[in-house]
Antibody
Framework: EVLLVESGGGLVQPGGSLRLSCAASGFSVSSVSNYMSWVRQAPGKGLDWVSVIHSDGATQYADSVKGRFTVSRDTSKNTVSLQMNTLRSEDTAVYYC????????????WGQGTLVTVSS | DIQMTQSPSSLSASVGDRVTITCRASQSIGNNLNWYQQKPGKAPKLLIYAASILQRGVPSRFSGSGSGTDFTLTISSLQSEDFATYSCQQSYSVPWNFGHGTKVEIK
Protein backbone atom coordinates (compact mmCIF):
# COMPACT_ATOMS: atom_id res chain seq x y z
CA GLU A 1 0.00 0.00 0.00
CA VAL A 2 1.27 3.45 -0.91
CA LEU A 3 1.49 5.83 2.03
CA LEU A 4 2.86 9.36 2.35
CA VAL A 5 3.23 10.99 5.75
CA GLU A 6 4.33 14.61 6.09
CA SER A 7 5.86 16.11 9.21
CA GLY A 8 7.70 19.23 10.30
CA GLY A 9 5.02 21.87 10.03
CA GLY A 10 4.44 24.48 12.71
CA LEU A 11 4.55 28.15 13.62
CA VAL A 12 7.55 30.16 12.46
CA GLN A 13 8.32 33.86 12.42
CA PRO A 14 8.72 35.80 9.17
CA GLY A 15 12.25 35.36 7.88
CA GLY A 16 12.61 32.03 9.63
CA SER A 17 13.21 28.52 8.32
CA LEU A 18 11.43 25.21 8.48
CA ARG A 19 12.12 21.77 7.07
CA LEU A 20 9.27 19.53 6.01
CA SER A 21 9.67 15.79 5.58
CA CYS A 22 7.62 13.26 3.67
CA ALA A 23 8.05 9.60 4.58
CA ALA A 24 7.06 7.29 1.75
CA SER A 25 6.18 3.62 1.92
CA GLY A 26 4.95 1.09 -0.61
CA PHE A 27 7.19 2.44 -3.40
CA SER A 28 10.60 4.03 -3.97
CA VAL A 29 10.87 7.81 -4.14
CA SER A 30 13.66 7.41 -6.71
CA SER A 31 11.78 5.04 -9.01
CA VAL A 32 11.84 5.91 -12.72
CA SER A 33 8.06 5.60 -12.74
CA ASN A 34 7.46 8.55 -10.45
CA TYR A 35 8.44 12.03 -9.41
CA MET A 36 7.84 13.54 -5.97
CA SER A 37 6.21 16.92 -5.58
CA TRP A 38 5.03 19.49 -3.03
CA VAL A 39 1.75 21.36 -3.37
CA ARG A 40 0.41 23.86 -0.87
CA GLN A 41 -2.99 25.32 -0.05
CA ALA A 42 -3.44 28.57 1.81
CA PRO A 43 -6.48 28.75 4.12
CA GLY A 44 -9.64 28.95 2.03
CA LYS A 45 -7.69 29.06 -1.23
CA GLY A 46 -6.95 26.75 -4.14
CA LEU A 47 -4.08 24.38 -4.73
CA ASP A 48 -0.71 25.99 -5.42
CA TRP A 49 2.08 24.02 -7.11
CA VAL A 50 5.41 24.42 -5.27
CA SER A 51 8.12 22.07 -6.50
CA VAL A 52 9.02 18.73 -8.05
CA ILE A 53 12.01 16.39 -7.90
CA HIS A 54 12.33 14.16 -10.93
CA SER A 55 13.41 10.53 -10.92
CA ASP A 56 16.88 11.62 -12.12
CA GLY A 57 17.16 14.07 -9.21
CA ALA A 58 16.47 17.22 -11.22
CA THR A 59 14.44 19.84 -9.36
CA GLN A 60 12.03 22.58 -10.40
CA TYR A 61 10.27 25.30 -8.41
CA ALA A 62 7.46 27.80 -8.62
CA ASP A 63 8.75 31.35 -9.13
CA SER A 64 7.24 32.34 -5.77
CA VAL A 65 9.60 30.02 -3.87
CA LYS A 66 12.63 29.83 -6.16
CA GLY A 67 15.82 30.66 -4.27
CA ARG A 68 14.11 30.17 -0.89
CA PHE A 69 12.90 26.56 -0.97
CA THR A 70 14.93 23.44 -1.74
CA VAL A 71 13.52 19.97 -2.39
CA SER A 72 15.68 16.90 -1.83
CA ARG A 73 15.35 13.19 -1.27
CA ASP A 74 17.06 10.52 0.82
CA THR A 75 16.82 7.22 -0.98
CA SER A 76 18.21 5.30 2.01
CA LYS A 77 15.32 6.51 4.18
CA ASN A 78 12.82 6.75 1.28
CA THR A 79 11.95 10.30 2.21
CA VAL A 80 11.56 13.63 0.47
CA SER A 81 12.21 16.94 2.19
CA LEU A 82 11.38 20.59 1.58
CA GLN A 83 13.77 23.08 3.17
CA MET A 84 12.02 26.42 3.43
CA ASN A 85 14.07 29.54 4.17
CA THR A 86 13.26 33.24 4.42
CA LEU A 87 9.63 32.42 5.07
CA ARG A 88 6.94 35.02 4.42
CA SER A 89 3.38 35.37 5.67
CA GLU A 90 2.14 34.36 2.21
CA ASP A 91 3.83 30.96 2.65
CA THR A 92 1.25 30.10 5.30
CA ALA A 93 -0.53 27.00 4.02
CA VAL A 94 -1.09 23.30 4.35
CA TYR A 95 1.77 21.62 2.51
CA TYR A 96 1.07 18.34 0.75
CA CYS A 97 3.61 15.81 -0.46
CA UNK A 98 2.50 13.90 -3.54
CA UNK A 99 3.66 11.04 -5.71
CA UNK A 100 3.45 11.92 -9.39
CA UNK A 101 3.06 8.98 -11.72
CA UNK A 102 4.72 9.35 -15.11
CA UNK A 103 5.03 9.46 -18.08
CA UNK A 104 1.49 10.87 -18.12
CA UNK A 105 2.05 13.09 -15.10
CA UNK A 106 -0.72 12.87 -12.55
CA UNK A 107 -0.82 13.34 -8.78
CA UNK A 108 -2.10 9.90 -7.88
CA UNK A 109 -1.12 9.76 -4.20
CA TRP A 110 -1.14 12.50 -1.57
CA GLY A 111 -0.12 12.78 2.04
CA GLN A 112 -2.46 14.16 4.69
CA GLY A 113 -0.71 17.54 4.69
CA THR A 114 1.17 19.54 7.31
CA LEU A 115 0.29 23.10 8.31
CA VAL A 116 2.90 25.83 8.14
CA THR A 117 2.00 29.14 9.77
CA VAL A 118 4.29 32.13 9.26
CA SER A 119 3.44 34.82 11.78
CA SER A 120 5.03 37.01 14.40
CA ASP B 1 3.48 29.93 -17.22
CA ILE B 2 0.18 28.34 -18.22
CA GLN B 3 -2.82 29.70 -16.37
CA MET B 4 -5.89 27.56 -15.70
CA THR B 5 -9.33 29.15 -15.44
CA GLN B 6 -12.27 27.21 -14.06
CA SER B 7 -15.93 28.05 -14.24
CA PRO B 8 -18.11 28.39 -12.39
CA SER B 9 -16.33 29.09 -9.11
CA SER B 10 -19.28 27.51 -7.31
CA LEU B 11 -22.60 25.90 -8.10
CA SER B 12 -25.62 24.56 -6.27
CA ALA B 13 -27.14 21.29 -7.40
CA SER B 14 -29.42 18.53 -6.20
CA VAL B 15 -28.81 14.82 -5.90
CA GLY B 16 -29.40 13.26 -9.30
CA ASP B 17 -28.50 16.39 -11.27
CA ARG B 18 -26.05 16.38 -14.14
CA VAL B 19 -23.17 18.72 -13.35
CA THR B 20 -20.63 20.17 -15.74
CA ILE B 21 -17.48 22.08 -14.79
CA THR B 22 -15.22 23.70 -17.35
CA CYS B 23 -11.51 24.43 -17.33
CA ARG B 24 -9.66 26.60 -19.84
CA ALA B 25 -5.91 26.73 -20.34
CA SER B 26 -4.15 29.94 -21.38
CA GLN B 27 -2.42 28.00 -24.18
CA SER B 28 -2.78 24.61 -25.78
CA ILE B 29 -1.88 21.73 -23.46
CA GLY B 30 -2.92 18.81 -25.64
CA ASN B 31 -4.67 16.32 -23.38
CA ASN B 32 -2.39 16.96 -20.38
CA LEU B 33 -5.20 17.77 -17.98
CA ASN B 34 -6.05 16.21 -14.62
CA TRP B 35 -9.11 16.59 -12.39
CA TYR B 36 -9.16 16.31 -8.60
CA GLN B 37 -11.86 16.18 -5.94
CA GLN B 38 -11.21 17.65 -2.51
CA LYS B 39 -13.36 17.53 0.61
CA PRO B 40 -12.87 19.88 3.56
CA GLY B 41 -9.81 19.04 5.64
CA LYS B 42 -8.73 16.28 3.27
CA ALA B 43 -6.09 15.87 0.59
CA PRO B 44 -7.13 16.05 -3.05
CA LYS B 45 -8.08 12.84 -4.80
CA LEU B 46 -7.26 12.15 -8.44
CA LEU B 47 -10.42 11.54 -10.51
CA ILE B 48 -9.35 11.80 -14.15
CA TYR B 49 -6.02 12.13 -15.93
CA ALA B 50 -4.99 12.74 -19.52
CA ALA B 51 -8.28 14.65 -19.90
CA SER B 52 -10.52 11.58 -20.11
CA ILE B 53 -8.98 8.55 -18.38
CA LEU B 54 -10.83 7.54 -15.23
CA GLN B 55 -8.53 6.82 -12.30
CA ARG B 56 -8.90 3.31 -10.93
CA GLY B 57 -11.66 3.09 -8.34
CA VAL B 58 -13.45 6.30 -9.39
CA PRO B 59 -17.16 5.83 -10.15
CA SER B 60 -18.16 5.85 -13.80
CA ARG B 61 -20.56 8.77 -13.26
CA PHE B 62 -17.45 10.95 -13.52
CA SER B 63 -16.16 11.68 -17.02
CA GLY B 64 -13.79 14.12 -18.65
CA SER B 65 -13.43 15.47 -22.14
CA GLY B 66 -11.60 18.09 -24.16
CA SER B 67 -8.22 18.83 -25.66
CA GLY B 68 -6.14 21.84 -26.53
CA THR B 69 -7.41 24.64 -24.30
CA ASP B 70 -10.96 23.66 -23.31
CA PHE B 71 -11.88 20.84 -20.97
CA THR B 72 -14.95 19.57 -19.15
CA LEU B 73 -15.62 17.45 -16.08
CA THR B 74 -19.09 15.94 -15.98
CA ILE B 75 -20.87 14.18 -13.14
CA SER B 76 -23.77 12.37 -14.80
CA SER B 77 -25.91 11.94 -11.68
CA LEU B 78 -24.74 13.80 -8.60
CA GLN B 79 -24.57 11.76 -5.41
CA SER B 80 -24.44 13.03 -1.83
CA GLU B 81 -20.77 12.07 -1.52
CA ASP B 82 -19.91 14.22 -4.56
CA PHE B 83 -20.40 17.53 -2.77
CA ALA B 84 -16.85 18.81 -2.75
CA THR B 85 -14.45 21.14 -4.53
CA TYR B 86 -13.14 20.13 -7.95
CA SER B 87 -9.87 21.39 -9.40
CA CYS B 88 -8.21 20.98 -12.77
CA GLN B 89 -4.45 20.86 -13.31
CA GLN B 90 -2.33 21.05 -16.42
CA SER B 91 0.61 18.64 -16.63
CA TYR B 92 1.93 19.93 -19.96
CA SER B 93 4.70 22.16 -18.62
CA VAL B 94 6.14 23.10 -15.24
CA PRO B 95 4.81 24.80 -13.17
CA TRP B 96 1.96 22.32 -13.26
CA ASN B 97 -0.63 24.89 -12.23
CA PHE B 98 -4.08 24.21 -10.85
CA GLY B 99 -7.34 25.99 -11.46
CA HIS B 100 -8.84 27.88 -8.51
CA GLY B 101 -11.47 25.22 -7.94
CA THR B 102 -15.23 24.80 -8.31
CA LYS B 103 -17.23 24.22 -5.15
CA VAL B 104 -20.25 21.98 -5.65
CA GLU B 105 -22.82 22.66 -2.95
CA ILE B 106 -26.20 21.20 -2.05
CA LYS B 107 -29.18 23.12 -3.40
Amino acid sequence: EVLLVESGGGLVQPGGSLRLSCAASGFSVSSVSNYMSWVRQAPGKGLDWVSVIHSDGATQYADSVKGRFTVSRDTSKNTVSLQMNTLRSEDTAVYYCARVLVPVARYAYWGQGTLVTVSS
Amino acid sequence: DIQMTQSPSSLSASVGDRVTITCRASQSIGNNLNWYQQKPGKAPKLLIYAASILQRGVPSRFSGSGSGTDFTLTISSLQSEDFATYSCQQSYSVPWNFGHGTKVEIK
